[in-house]
Nanobody, 122 residues
């Protein structure tokens, strides 16, 4: 069963930075469109950034210009650099593949990991 393991969260002040990482042992990683998601208390999980296997990227409007997603297919790692953090960025952050066809088969989301808590507060 595919697992993604997130790390790097913590407490940051408004305007500060954090860098999140996510890794997996899944051999199909380089083919996945990978996403960083977040879920704040009482809110639905939302996609904040995605990155394609070839490196193309897209961002949610709320994080555009502040967050940068990247990946290293050699180490099966996807990262999220978060700058100019705001209190409204406080959430549990998760990574997961986006559902789709990979290597000829359709894959849903993998089982969600524990995520990593990001808290932005002074």
């Amino acid at each position: 069963q595919v697992q993604f393991v997130e790390s790097g969260g913590g407490l940051a002040q408004p305007g500060g930075s954090l860098r999140l990482s996510c890794t997996t042992s899944d051999s199909l990683f380089s083919q996945y469109v990978m996403g960083w998601y977040r879920q704040a208390p009482g809110k639905k999980r939302e996609l904040v950034a995605r990155i394609y296997g070839y490196g193309g990227k897209s961002y949610g409007d709320s994080v555009k210009g502040r967050f940068t997603i990247s990946r290293d297919n050699a180490s099966n790692t996807v990262s999220l650099q978060m700058n100019n953090l705001r209190p409204e960025d406080t959430a549990i952050y998760y990574c997961n593949r986006l559902p789709g066809y990979y290597s000829g088969n359709y894959y849903e989301f993998a089982s969600w990991g524990r995520g990593t808590q990001v808290t932005v507060s002074s």
